[in-house]
């Protein structure tokens, strides 16, 4: 997330705040406070961390609109759907992770035990009301890019299962069993990854019209 580190420094030494107390405050590495300061891209954990510690609303971080070619964003509609643009990234983070279950862990049954805690979709589900002020195409997007991530989640629980059945192999999986899983999860995940980014792309044409990508 990209936010005006040198507003950060203002607010904070306005409070006569080293950065190491705020650091201490917002239960974060003096590190990475400097990292916020200096460059401005942190996460927005970090940058909630931040704003709640300074008792301040996310937007008061928001770049200058020289920042921003076209001079045509309003930096509140970054405090206001930062939240659901991260769900949305995390959600396409989290499809990354269950694609290389499916590609590159299947020599290891136990890897098939896991999941997502807090589980991510469920993120993504409590900021889709946001997505319908937008524009219903993108809560749609979001609606069935929640659904996808269900399905895949059953899918990984169902074939882990399956593969923990197999007791006769022991912790190897048969190149046909890979196969199998590899063609599920591919499938599975060019769906989420289809409805979930086109969700972030439109948001992000949105808040960030000259930057969207």
Known sequence: ?????EKVREIRERRGWSQEQLAELAGLNARTVQRLERSGNVSLETVKSVA????????????PRTMWPGHDTDPKL???????????TDALKETNHWRQHF????????????KPDPTLFE????????????SLQLHQDIAEG???????DYEVQSFG????????????VSPEVQREGTIIGNSLCDHIEFHVGRARKELLARVFPQHAT
């Open 1 to 5: 997330m990209k936010i005006s580190g």
């Open 146 to 152: 929640v659904r996808q991530l269900r399905k895949l």
């Open 161 to 172: 299962g399956h593969i923990r059945s197999l007791s006769r192999i022991g912790y190897h």
């Open 78 to 88: 970054l405090g206001k759907y930062g939240p659901l643009l991260a769900a949305l």
């Open 123 to 134: 993120a993504v589900e409590r900021q889709a009301h946001l997505a319908s002020t937008v």
């Open 52 to 63: 709640a510690t300074l008792e301040v609303e996310i937007s008061e971080f928001a770049p």
């Open 103 to 114: 590609n590159d862990l299947f020599m290891f049954r136990g890897f098939f035990m896991r």
